[in-house]
């Protein structure tokens, strides 16, 4: 009789049964309904998130980890594959809202057989190869826990009875009391993640960077001086505004931030508690890279480069709110994508989008450090993104 | 003490209980992800279409008609109006997917509510107008009855997966034994109701037409027919296609009817029991106005007028498809919109659109006679439509 | 030696020329920059027309009746063929803007090049046929002849400056002295073409129709009338208008007729000589079929059908704008469309349109009769339309 | 009586003349209609440049420093104002099409005379802002000079008979024999322009970059070579492409560069001497960005950085085509944008465009420096732009 390895992977099977738990936990307040429409391209319906992070494993783990794996259906791999063009044809990205079928209990059957499988390949299995693919699932898993809240609120937002997700959730923070401004100084600096723990490939190849003299601001704008810049006439002053983010406000007739309503001289937002008055000192959120642009030219001032924010952040307080930076989103030098189908993570989406560096209140717990990149096209804002202002000295 | 008229309505009653409980059973093999999304602007979800029949029956009766209702909901009306400009605004048409909330176990509360209400009224009042109304909104609901579930059939086309609605929901029938041509003369003809049954005011205006003469096909095209006109090149062929359909197939690349496909030489078509093979002999149905001129031409014939199919009709074995007429959908003469919202139900929409007459599987058994004039843009063909020819002789 | 014929074609010759000059001299105000640009698909450039109407002749003249005949130049036949697929590809419609080349001086060349040769083709033949494909050509320029400068007019109109195309071209005419109504007594009358002169497809088939007593108005509405119902909110009252129209002039911001401009509370129009104030006498012109809907109901009247028109026709004083009638643009019985690429001028369009009868200020003169119907799409407002209204009695 | 200035400013009359007389000269080879059409939004008419140059010098320089000057053309300065929201409103961008009017004619007249009131002001004072502010019109009516020639080559290539600008304008140049390649060692490089020639303030702001070291082709990428991407399998194979660009050229069914065509094996391109052959030892132009980065995956290469190839530049050729970088476009640490409408003139589009550094056979003699940064969107390649390899060592 062969003797079966039987590995030690508890630590990882805790997280990973963890992580998989938290996003059927953040499904929680969910009727079958919520899970199903798709209002904007780029947004997903609940149902898909769910399911797509099962598909992840299934074809990055058990497809490859698990000799004579038979996968739960057929057709799952063409409906929840999002962009990986190497792994097979897919569903158009549009189409998302359609899936009436599979119904929303096979999907979490579907999951439930997957975490069972994954569970049981870890139990007897040590490969590196392996927890490190597991554990980018999981990563992948806790940046879909975001993508998951935030669409469900921008799906939500859509309705024009404003739904409540949950009574308890609530994001608006207050705004630290005054915090200090930071100084960087000239000079050649590191930049880049080189621990050994997980990281993205897009963080990788640690080099040095030369930064001009810069003080950065210690704290985030609040909704109190966001509205300043909106009573003073911000949104149709076309002076602050960069040529295609003036296009965009005109074209889409936006007068306020995202989720904002001004009703007999107040400001209403809609939030996952329903509409509510906004707090002028909590942190703004919910700006795209048009706006924070707009409102640092407004302000005299500029939003700062990735290198910049990386080099502050041991001294900032951050996670309200991912914040834009100045930085387009662009390989570091010696940027190697991986090979096979991973290899379209990160690297294809090298162009036309802006970095923000940080972490926001949606952001799953454990998963954020000084080097992440975070990334999104300039013009959209329901992300949980606000801004931070930089000047030069 | 004021005496109670207790209003003898039994008739009335029985009829709106067995209307009302056939759309539900309608939906009875729908899970409830079923009833959530709008793939195309022209469909709405299932959802909508419960809520929208409960809303009219609130509208137009309830608040009308019962002293002090108070309405089951405040937003209700927003959502569910569908196209009455006159009594409100209401939730753009291309919005109904969106609606996730309210709940659909609310939405059947609501129906619940206003049945109660509505026979309760019709307990304890005789007025005709009332009745007239409650017939007109079951008219209504019939006509729905036919739109869920040609919307749910497309609904679930849009699966790449073929969902099944119901096993024994197979609407393919077999074409008749050859029926009698039907010889028409030429000469004066009365068109339109003059009953006093239930009818549409777009039915109304007895009047003379001159009819030259005609022999009217006695047997609706068959898929095989269909299947002869594709295999000729029918659909490369711009000679026998209205300029405007020339266009539509070019843009939208069709070359099969909708819900067909081809594969190794066969064909099938997409059924509410799933992907089937086509049926050689039996009717063809989903056909658009621009196929079916197309293929009149090919066989050298037209499409009757409505005014030949009427007076045709009786000798004619109709009610398996809707039969595309030649004739535009426009008033009669001395047609008079009612006073009031109702008034919106069928005159505004007279300009670009066909009439069909007859009637379909799909239409609610009791809702059809032959001075019925059904209408669509001359594209749609998702809903039950074929092809039935004339010539003149 | 083969004796030649000459044919006696004294008068087919002078109309031709005199036809071909005409559509010159409709040219002589403008720039060869004015020629080019096509702002909407729906307009062609004038040096488009120039040559399309060349090319007419050439294709259905020349290429059929000239032996040995040589193509003035190889790729006309692509650029200049309109809407006949039987000929052959051609240029895409909404790219007729894009021609900088052929010169306009060649496509002058191509003109006298094309009219020598027919001058001397009917100098030598007398074959019946050829004449009638002359006719028809001459025609068929009569037809751009009025494209030509309701394209022309629309075209300058969309120039912030509003050009001058000719200081004495000033349509607006002053509405007769009060004429009597027409009344139509209940009957079948003879409707359609039958004489032996020049007339199209589309009103041949002569057949009986039986009409319904009404009341056609002595009168076409003037712009007073119209800047009443402006002035009565028309624009704002959705319960005037087909759903089509309200939905064309929400989503184009229409709030008076196409020309207009209403600034210091006076009323302006756009005129081939530029902008003039509006002459409350003069005949309402450029009006789609939305807006003549929209002023009948709001006067409680009617548009005539087509066939009550016809049979009024001799009683009315028509001519100075195109009539919207309510009906849409279908086959008489017994239409056939000719055989080969003739038959694609009329039939094909035979759908999504409404007829208009009479002519206007801008028809070719000798281009007119009460048989001939014009079509055109209910959303367009730059032919010279207008309105005149009938009632039931 | 006063005596007046007389400026020595022989050097830039000298110079003005030229230069304008240059943008003239570049439509010598024009018919009329040439200079009317726009057919997309990102080109410009002949006759738009032409009047556009001129308003630049008479809002920016005449309406500034000539007293009591009456501008020629009341509406002018609505009609060719570009992109300035700070000098008023002006014509949309896709409108620029349609001006038939003002006749080319007058067009030339104001060039005229502006250029007649610029070298009598230049005559008559000598304030070193007026001599700036001259020469800024001067650089700006150079780079239009090269959109104006692309322009046309878009414009003519958009005509399916393929017209030639000129019989002498061929820029396919022969790859020069092969170059040296470029090796940049490690460490601090200083960037941006510090002398004291004319230089736009987005190339201000001299600042230190680190730059790792990188080896820099010497040659720029031939047909012949990039034929061998597209006869790979090139455009067919997902994993060469940015997300973006693998959606730009599905959407656009790109399979070849803009302006080549393959016909029985070979390739054509249309050039401003009408349809030619594809040299293969030619340089490669006519690029955009998804297709530079995809031929760089291709070679397992990647495209220089802006800095690379400022540091590079001194011992590379260039100028032959621009050359696609992998730098986005933004602004330099301390940029500045300049005061009043003029600050408009770059600032503003520092999102979604990516850098090119060089020049091309189409730049303006005189017209470039290595410190020039020349921008534009990701997927446009009607610009004269081709691409240079890098490699990390």
Redo the contacts between chains.
């Keep these: 009789m062969d003797s079966v390895t039987v590995a030690d992977n508890t630590e990882i099977i805790r997280r990973f049964k963890k992580v998989r738990a938290r996003t059927e936990e953040l499904c929680s307040p969910l009727?079958?309904?919520?899970?199903?429409?798709q209002?904007a391209v780029f947004v997903s319906p609940a149902?898909w998130h769910i399911a797509h992070t099962t598909w992840f494993f299934e074809e990055f783990v058990l497809s490859k980890f698990k000799k004579g794996y038979t996968r739960f259906h057929k057709?799952f791999a063409?409906?929840f594959n999002s962009?990986y063009?190497?792994v097979g044809e897919r569903?158009e990205r549009d189409?998302r809202?359609?899936?009436?079928?599979?119904?929303?209990e096979l999907v979490f059957d579907y999951r439930k057989s997957v975490d069972q499988e994954i569970v049981s390949l870890l139990q007897n299995t040590d490969r590196q190869e392996l927890i490190n693919t597991i554990e980018l699932g999981l990563q992948h898993e806790q940046q879909h826990q975001e993508l998951l809240i935030t669409d469900l609120k921008y799906?939500?937002s859509?309705?024009?009875?404003y739904?409540t997700y949950h009574k308890d959730y609530y994001w608006e923070k207050i705004v630290e009391p005054s915090q200090p401004d930071v100084l960087i100084e000239e000079g050649?600096y590191n930049i880049g993640y080189e621990g050994k723990d997980f990281s993205f490939d897009n963080e990788h190849g640690k080099?040095?960077?030369?930064i001009?003299p810069v003080e950065i601001s210690g704290n985030l704008v609040s909704n109190q001086e966001f509205i300043e810049f909106i009573e003073s006439g911000g949104y149709d002053k076309?002076?602050f505004?960069?040529?295609?983010?003036?296009a965009f406000i005109q074209e889409n007739s936006c007068k306020l931030p995202l989720y904002w309503k001004k009703e007999d001289g107040n400001y209403f937002q809609y939030t996952l508690n329903g509409l509510q008055e906004v707090n002028p000192k909590a942190v703004l959120m919910h700006i795209n890279?048009?706006e924070a642009?707009a409102y640092a030219n407004y302000k005299g001032h500029?939003l700062c480069t990735e290198f910049e924010w990386e080099v502050a952040s041991e001294e900032l307080n951050w996670g309200t709110v991912w914040e834009w930076t100045?930085?387009?989103y662009?390989?570091y030098?010696?940027y190697k994508k991986p090979a096979g189908a991973i290899?379209?993570y990160n690297g294809?989406?090298?162009?036309?989008q802006?970095v923000l560096r940080g972490a926001s209140v949606a952001t799953a717990k454990g998963h954020s450090r000084n080097t992440y990149r975070n990334f999104f096209h300039?013009q959209y804002s329901w992300q949980v993104a606000g801004i931070r202002l930089a000047k030069?000295i």
């Design positions: 009727g079958v309904e919520d899970f199903i429409p209002p149902k057709d063409f409906l962009y063009n190497s569903l189409n809202g359609l899936l009436t079928r599979p119904r929303l799906i939500f859509q309705n024009p009875i739904p050649v080099h040095k960077v030369y001009n076309s002076e505004w960069l040529d295609e983010g003036w890279y048009f642009v500029r100045q930085s387009a662009l390989p030098p010696n290899g379209e294809k989406f090298m162009v036309n802006m300039p030069e």
